[in-house]
């Protein structure tokens, strides 16, 4: 994990000098994360605070959770990841216990705080893996209805055409990562789930 040291230690600076609150919203995860630079915008209602990190897998964001998150002291963190982990080649089955790693974890540290997962995004450059992101996002989902301070939310179906395939409008020119357009698709499903309705304001 040494190649991720730089931008987790400026990630630690960042929480370092973030006043302390207890009504955070931490979002966390891979650059679907880090490049949605428009969070305050888009949700001005709750506290947030941004730690996500380029390239980062659903295995890396497990590692780091004792170094990243817990020093942030969430009110509720909002997770992205996995992506890169199938597009690096791993088996849904990998990602899948990666996921349940993450999950222990939360249970060690953080048991009371609610976790909302992103679910993986079927992109244009990685749509010939769609199989796996389906299969992963299934076991993933199922794994989720086991606990009560984890929940689901679809950040995939936004993200197609009326054709079932990625909307090019919702990506930049890689085809992997969101436009405004994707980020504004994911702002209103995290709208509609209402799921930041019961935190302390």
Not at 11 to 21: A, D, G, Q, W, Y
Request: glycine share 6%.
């Amino acid at each position: 994990m040494v190649w991720y040291e730089d931008e987790v230690r400026q990630l630690e600076t960042k929480i370092s000098v973030s006043p302390f609150t207890n009504d955070r919203v931490v979002f966390y995860g891979s650059s679907s994360i880090r490049l949605w630079t428009g969070l305050h915008q888009d949700f001005p209602q709750i506290n947030s605070l941004n730690l996500g990190f380029g390239g980062s897998t659903l295995a890396a964001c497990t590692w780091f959770l004792e170094r990243l998150v817990i020093p942030a002291n969430p009110e509720m963190i909002v997770f992205y990841a996995g992506d890169n982990d199938l597009g690096d080649g791993r088996h849904p089955e990998e990602v899948y216990l990666f996921f349940c790693a993450f999950v222990e974890k939360i249970g060690l540290y953080l048991p009371n705080v609610p976790v909302v997962f992103l679910s993986i995004k079927l992109s244009i450059a990685r749509w010939t893996i769609k199989d796996r992101i389906y299969y992963t996002n299934k076991l993933i989902t199922n794994e989720i209805t086991k606990h009560p301070n984890f929940r689901l939310v679809d950040t995939t179906t936004p993200l197609l055409g009326p054709d079932g395939r990625p909307n090019r409008d919702c990506f930049e020119a890689d085809g992997l990562h969101l436009s405004a357009a994707g980020y504004r698709a994911w702002q209103q499903a995290l709208q509609e789930a209402k799921i930041f309705n019961n935190l302390l304001m």
